[in-house]
T-cell receptor, first 112, second 114 residues
Framework: KQEVTQIPAALSVPEGENLVLNCSFT??????LQWFRQDPGKGLTSLLL?????REQTSGRLNASLDKSSGRSTLYIAASQPGDSATYLC???????????FGQGTELSVKP | DTGVSQNPRHKITKRGQNVTFRCDPI?????LYWYRQTLGQGPEFLTY????????KSRLLSDRFSAERPKGSFSTLEIQRTEQGDSAMYLC????????????FGPGTRLLVL
């Protein structure tokens, strides 16, 4: 069964810290992996997409890495800010045009 | 490009009533997805359209649920005889078969069944 797991479920850090969110997937034959941000009661905002042939992607203070062989991805957030507080979701696409399989999310709180 | 839009944003209904949600995808996107998200969980796939053809349906989509995408443009998701367990956020996403397979999500419709 294709499953995606995110650890931890919740994380609280002081402003300015660098942090890492983890995502693992059971089937390594992925097409791509996306990281999303979700604010309370809102839809999903795409942050980064990593193709299966790539090792990492960067956007501003965000860096996502992918290790297919170990079935893992990490989202690194540098110099965290209170505005980064949200739920971060990892999702895997196994087939072109197919459905995304999501993890449960990590709820991040950055304290001023 | 105005993004994916969904209407209504919120819906409160009584158990047993029918509800219909609408999704307007990004205009050049030929793929459209419906997902359902309950509190504290990641979204779960419901169904997928390529143009007007419904290509995949999850077993979560019971016979009380039906989705359409006439003319390959907007889509509707109808729930008949709603149950309290249908209370959730219903998310729509769209993508293009000519890109990197990025799915872009709408703001969602929050359904509460009393």
């Amino acid at each position: 069964k294709q499953e995606v797991t995110q650890i931890p479920a919740a994380l609280s850090v002081p402003e300015g810290e660098n942090l890492v969110l983890n995502c693992s997937f059971t089937d390594s034959a992925i097409y791509n992996l996306q990281w999303f941000r979700q604010d309370p009661g809102k839809g999903l905002t795409s942050l980064l997409l990593i193709q299966s042939s790539q090792r990492e992607q960067t956007s501003g203070r965000l860096n996502a890495s992918l290790d297919k062989s170990s079935g893992r991805s990490t989202l690194y957030i540098a110099a965290s800010q209170p505005g980064d507080s949200a739920t971060y979701l990892c999702a895997v696409l196994y087939n072109q045009g197919g459905k995304l399989i999501f993890g449960q999310g990590t709820e991040l709180s950055v304290k001023p | 490009d105005t993004g994916v839009s969904q209407n209504p944003r919120h819906k409160i209904t009584k158990r047993g009533q029918n509800v219909t949600f609408r999704c307007d995808p990004i205009s050049e996107h030929n793929r459209l997805y419906w997902y359902r998200q309950t509190l504290g969980q990641g979204p779960e796939f419901l169904t997928y359209f390529q143009n007007e053809a419904q290509l995949e349906k999850s077993r979560l989509l019971s016979d009380r649920f039906s989705a359409e995408r006439p003319k390959g443009s907007f889509s509707t998701l109808e729930i008949q005889r709603t149950e309290q367990g249908d209370s959730a956020m219903y998310l729509c996403a769209s993508s293009s078969d000519r890109g990197r397979e990025t799915q872009y999500f709408g703001p969602g419709t929050r359904l509460l069944v009393l």
